[in-house]
C-alpha cells in the first residue's frame, strides 16, 4: 500500500521557520521524483520545488527560491521542505508528490497546513 505522510506543519509568525517532512512506503523511493507542491484558498496547486531521483538536480518556484530548500534521504525514504523567512504568502496545504520517470504513476500526500501569521 503506497503510502505518503506529510508532518510539520502548523502556525509560524512570518518571518520564521519551518521544516516540513514526508515519509514514504509502498514503492521503490529511490526511483521517484520527489516534489512538494502547495494549496493556498481559492488558489489552484502549484508546485514549490521538486529534486531529482538522487537529489542532485533540484527545483524552485519563483517565488520560494532562496527560502525554501529541498532535500531527499534515500536511505529513510524521506523527502524535507525547510521553510525559511516565511510570509503570509506562504500561508497554504503543503502536498508531497512522488511520481516515476515515465510519469504513469504518480502518489500524494494527504497534505499538512502551514499557516504564516502573527
Known amino acids: 500500500q503506497v503510502q505518503l505522510v506529510e508532518s510539520g506543519g502548523g502556525l509560524v509568525q512570518p518571518g520564521g521557520s519551518l521544516r516540513l517532512s514526508c515519509v514514504a512506503s509502498?514503492?521503490?523511493?529511490?526511483?521517484?521524483?520527489m516534489s512538494w507542491h502547495r494549496q493556498a484558498p481559492g488558489k489552484e496547486r502549484e508546485l514549490v520545488a521538486d529534486?531529482?531521483?538522487?537529489?542532485?538536480?533540484?527545483n524552485y518556484a519563483d517565488s520560494v527560491k532562496g527560502r525554501f530548500t529541498i532535500s531527499r534521504d534515500n536511505g529513510k525514504n524521506t523527502v524535507y521542505l525547510q521553510m525559511n523567512s516565511l510570509d503570509s504568502e506562504d500561508t497554504a496545504v503543503y502536498y508531497c508528490?512522488?511520481?516515476?520517470?515515465?510519469?504513469?504513476?504518480?502518489?500524494w500526500g494527504q497534505g499538512t497546513q502551514v499557516t504564516v501569521s502573527s
Open positions: 508528490n512522488a511520481k516515476n520517470s515515465l510519469g504513469t504513476k504518480d502518489y
Open positions: 529534486i531529482s531521483i538522487f537529489g542532485s538536480i533540484t
Open positions: 509502498g514503492f521503490t523511493f529511490s526511483a521517484y521524483t
